[in-house]
């Protein structure tokens, strides 16, 4: 995948090819979040590059790719890790999951949600800046808004 100048941030090629149409107008981006948890009930988090804040694992879910696979596939590509999905925890959008990049992007996410866990490689930053375990309740880190939004929509404190 190829980075974004604007934000270095990886974009997909079909999303690359889509802005090169379309500009900086709004795109409904279907998405997959992976939840990874730990045994001891952690969260994994990843640190972005594009403003340095915590989020989700997760992307746009890219064409022909179920929402499963790329949930797998964004988890090896941001944290190296290879996950099982446990079950899906829900399908959120609306206008609280707008989002404006660094460039002026507009994207509107649909995320399908899924809990999950590792079941191999140990987690570190790939196309991210940072990993690490969080306790729910605890987080105690500055989050993206979305990612805020996001895990509040799916029942987990803050």
């Not at 196309?127 to 979305?146: K, M, N, Q, R, T």
């Not at 996001?150 to 803050?158: D, H, S």
């Amino acid at each position: 995948m190829r980075e974004h100048a604007a934000d270095r941030m990886p974009i997909s090629p079909y999303i690359r090819r889509l802005r090169e149409r379309v500009g900086n107008e709004l795109l409904v981006v279907p998405s997959a979040t992976v939840l990874v948890w730990s045994a001891a009930g952690e969260l994994l988090l990843v640190r972005d590059r594009d403003g340095g804040r915590w989020t989700t694992i997760g992307g746009a879910i890219e064409p022909d790719e179920s929402p499963q696979q790329a949930a797998r596939r964004e988890a090896l590509e941001e944290a190296g890790v290879e996950v099982e999905l446990d079950g899906l925890r829900g399908v959120f959008g609306g206008p609280r999951f707008r989002h404006t990049y660094s460039n002026g992007d507009l994207a509107s996410f649909v995320a399908v949600v899924f809990d999950a866990h590792v079941v191999s490689g140990r987690p570190r930053p790939d196309e991210v800046l940072e990993v690490g375990w969080f306790a729910p309740g605890s987080i105690g880190v500055p989050l993206s808004a979305l990612t805020s939004v996001l895990l509040e929509a799916a029942g987990i404190e803050l």
